[in-house]
């Protein structure tokens, strides 16, 4: 539409008031009648009214439609007022073309030249008993109506110009008449509509609601939006003489849809990730410059960093958020004493502007913040409502005593308008977002807090999100590094490196574990297993299991009674849980390797519970995969397990893994197995270096299982690290033990513990005479630890007693626990062995 179009040149003359009356409606017949009296134009509207035709009536004199002759001086009256520029309005009486009579309301406009003749604009309407009012009330309703019309000649050039168009577009009447609409307001949207208006004149077919945005200088700051209609005006013959057009002020309903589109655009745009400054700072991006030119997003400290303890509820008085905000210094505020409060500590965790690098900004992203929009104070964030400054000039006083920076700031970069919404999810507290207008000079309106309040609630629920998944992974990870070993103590038997990656690489938590247990008598446990799932639930599954297989372990128990026990421990879990349904650390599924290496004989003693076998390397590079009893997965219950024996000469390489190493995309598990055996055999790596190129070659993209691998090369205890003998069934022989005991410690440089040694071998040699059947043997092992064993036939287990201090007997296995660093009792095919372990001293290089 023409007059409210693109803004003409500055400087144009201003509006001016006048008198002329509304010409009509959209519903008015309309017809358009010369000086003369002669009908020059005739509209659909005019022929539905009256009923004839454009053909019967353009050409002929406007006095035939009349029902009664009209009196010439009062015709000749009506014609001075509209060449004066006032118009007139009044009643007449007209007959239908099927002869009925019609009293009407009649609208003359103000003349105007249409071709070079004089014309008038008339429309009219019938009048009804219930439009019988007075005639002052009516023409104040139709002055006061929000549709504007103009008439446009056929070169497109304005004729006349109705009240309410004039007022929309705020351009004066004088300035439009006889000039085209590109003239007036120049710019793309007057073309366009030029070019709507041309098309109407030639194929004389109406144009209806169309909608378009523009200026205008009555309010040359707000953009608007405005429905147009075009229809033509015709004479005799249908020859189209010129267009007339319409239009509404439709900017409620535009900003209306702006404002939803907003908050259903947000949804696409706030919350993409799991990262709480993340989000904060896309709720910031997204804001401009949609809707404001600045943008804060300040969380309070505790929901920026969600590791440390959580936001604030709501409810909690002025005193509780005192404490919270105070930090170190633990001031706190009296109830009632707000005003004297420190102010909350706030983080910024996000910002925007319309200028680059956000030079308003008096805290950068990170920094801390301790401002709250005044006059409010720290209730605000817990109770209040969003807050809409329009005008800032009211607050920057304040500001400049309390926060001179931030008044600064204001001035500086012309901010005029504020919104400060605090930020609140699921009964909490999680900071503060203030939006802030300076290059868009339209103020915040009180509609604009409902899309503000949306926005932010939308991004508050996004940062609780993202706060509570934060901890939650955060605690996650903790448990999965306090569930996983922190070192391997591979000793003096194995060298060891592991890799540890689970499907989510982001959670950073998974069921696969691996263990290296040390055990009596130099023996290193290998345990690798597989927890069915992912996420915190298999973690805290892989946790029982794990701590299940040290306790296992440390009974000495051989791998195939472990893995039995094992067992019956997933068995009882699942029984324990309660109806109608799983806890969480439900075992569904599991497996496991258990692995023994004995650095003495060289040989690894293990048994499996569904897990895929182990890979060996031979020092030579030759790669072999030992055929292990598969046995059972745990759980199922009832099904044994099987051992299986392997030598591994010094320098070996045992790989342990999880089935998500070797089952690739393809699927294919031999396949996974030959690459693994093939990356394994790779020669000159350094174990760690060797490990991580392992997983590096095989892991699959994307990754759909947790992979877990532990490697160990293999080291034997020579022969001068170990010294055994038979003992004879005779009492007699202990001293003769016990004097070569003392003197191979003094061969190894153990003559520290030459004493205390001496005592536990009597001891335990002394006992095995005793309690125990032949034959005995005696072995000293000398590693990080001195090793002493008795073996004998017997199977009964020697029980540590706490004598009475009247008792004789009864200390023997009490002082041995008092002088050994730990202490204990296996079980072979044979009988026992009794073992006990000493540190060595500090100085001796074992």
């Not at 015709?234 to 209306?256: I, L």
């Not at 849809?257 to 706030?270: E, K, P, T, Y």
């Not at 920026?304 to 936001?311: L, M, N, Q, V």
């Not at 817990?382 to 807050?387: D, I, N």
Request: hydrophobic share 40%; glycine share 10%; aromatic share 6%.
């Amino acid at each position: 539409m023409a007059s409210v179009g693109p803004q003409s040149a500055p400087g144009a003359e201003p509006p001016r008031p006048s008198n002329q009356h509304f010409f009509g409606t959209a519903n008015d017949a309309t017809a358009v009648v010369a000086g003369t009296g002669t009908v020059v134009g005739w509209t659909q509207s005019a022929q539905e009214l009256l009923g004839y035709r454009a053909v019967e009536v353009v050409g002929r004199s406007a006095g035939f439609l009349l029902a009664m002759p009209e009196d010439p001086v009062r015709v000749a009256g009506i014609a001075e007022r509209c060449r004066a520029g006032v118009g007139w309005s009044g009643a007449a009486d007209v007959r239908r073309r099927d002869g009925r009579r019609m009293e009407v309301d009649l609208r003359v406009s103000a003349s105007f030249h249409l071709d070079g003749r004089e014309c008038f604009l008339i429309s009219g309407r019938e009048r009804r008993p219930e439009r019988m009012i007075g005639q002052s009330v009516l023409d104040a309703f139709l002055t006061s109506s929000p549709i504007g019309i103009a008439v446009m000649s056929r070169e497109l050039r304005y004729v006349w110009v109705n009240d309410t168009l004039e007022r929309l577009g705020g351009v004066p009447r004088g300035q439009r008449v006889g000039r085209r609409m590109s003239e007036v307001l120049p710019g793309l949207e007057a073309d366009a509509i030029e070019t709507l208006m041309r098309g109407v004149l030639d194929t004389g077919v109406p144009v209806i609601d169309y909608e378009y945005r523009g200026w205008s200088w009555a309010d040359p700051h707000r953009q608007h939006a405005y429905s147009t209609s075009f229809f033509p005006l015709s004479e005799g013959g249908g020859t189209v003489t010129g267009v007339c057009y319409m239009v509404m002020d439709v900017t409620d309903r535009w900003k209306a849809q702006q404002r939803l589109a907003l908050v259903n655009d947000a949804g696409a745009s706030i919350g993409s990730t799991l990262d709480v400054m993340r989000t904060a700072q896309e709720l910031a991006d997204f804001a401009v410059p949609r809707f404001a030119d600045l943008v804060f997003v300040d969380l309070l400290e505790p929901v920026a960093s969600p590791e440390e303890p959580g936001p604030w509820p709501f409810g909690m008085g002025p005193a509780d958020i005192g404490r919270v905000g105070a930090g170190a210094s633990g001031t706190g505020v009296r109830p009632g004493a707000e005003s004297a409060s420190p102010r909350p500590r706030l983080r910024r965790a996000g910002m925007s502007s319309v200028r680059e690098g956000c030079p308003e900004a008096n805290f950068r992203v990170g920094e801390t913040v301790d401002t709250v929009p005044p006059p409010h104070g720290i209730r605000f964030l817990t109770e209040g409502e969003p807050l809409l400054i329009p005008v800032l000039d009211s607050v920057v006083d304040l500001w400049a005593v309390e926060q001179p920076a931030r008044a600064a700031s204001v001035r500086e970069y012309g901010c005029h308008s504020l919104i400060a919404v605090p930020m609140r999810a699921r009964d909490t507290v999680l900071g503060l977002t203030t939006f802030v207008r300076s290059v868009n000079l339209v103020p915040f309106e009180p509609d604009d807090v409902i899309p503000a309040r949306e926005l932010v609630t939308r991004a508050a629920v996004c940062v609780d999100n993202a706060r509570r998944y934060t901890r939650e992974h955060a605690a996650a990870v903790t448990l999965q590094r306090s569930l996983l070993p922190h070192m391997l103590p591979g000793g003096m038997a194995l060298d060891v490196a592991s890799s540890y990656l689970p499907a989510d690489a982001k959670d950073g938590v998974g069921g696969d574990w691996f263990d290296v247990i040390p055990l009596s008598s130099a023996r290193v446990a290998l345990v690798v297993g597989d927890v069915v799932g992912h996420g915190i639930s298999a973690a805290a599954t892989m946790g029982r299991l794990r701590t299940a297989v040290h306790t296992l372990a440390d009974m000495d128990l051989p791998p195939d009674e472990l893995l039995a026990h094992l067992d019956d421990l997933v068995l009882r879990l699942g029984d324990a849980e309660p109806e109608g349904g799983a806890t969480g650390t439900t075992v569904l599924g599991a497996t496991c390797l258990y692995a023994v290496y004995d650095p003495v004989t060289q040989l690894c003693t293990m048994a499996r519970a569904g897990h895929p076998p182990p890979v060996i390397v031979s020092p030579d590079g030759r790669v072999n995969f030992p055929e292990l009893p598969a046995g059972p997965p745990l759980g199922l219950g009832g099904l044994p397990f099987e051992t299986a024996e392997i030598e591994l000469p010094e320098g070996s390489l045992i790989a342990l893994y999880t089935n998500g190493l070797i089952e690739g995309r393809d699927r294919d598990v031999e396949l996974g197995m030959s690459r693994l055996g093939g990356a394994l055999s790779q020669r000159g790596l350094p174990l760690g270096t060797l490990c991580a190129t392992v997983v590096e070659q095989l892991l699959p993209v994307p990754q759909p299982d947790d992979v877990a691998l532990l490697l160990a090369r293999t080291h034997e205890l020579s022969a001068d690290h170990v010294v055994s003998w038979d003992v004879p069934s005779d009492p007699a022989a202990v001293a003769g033990v016990r004097a070569r005991t003392a003197g191979l410690l003094r061969t190894w440089g153990l003559e520290a513990l030459e004493m205390t040694t001496e005592l536990i071998v009597s001891e335990l040699v002394t006992n095995a005479l005793r309690h125990a059947t032949g034959p005995i043997r005696l072995r000293l092992l000398r590693q990080s630890v001195l090793t002493c064993e008795v073996s004998d036939a017997s199977s009964t287990s020697p029980r540590l007693r706490h004598a009475r201090t009247t008792d004789e007997g009864g200390r023997g296995l009490f002082l041995v626990a008092q002088l050994t660093r730990r202490w204990g009792t296996r079980y072979t095919p044979g009988g026992k062995t009794i073992w006990t372990e000493q540190e060595l001293p500090p100085a001796t290089d074992a």
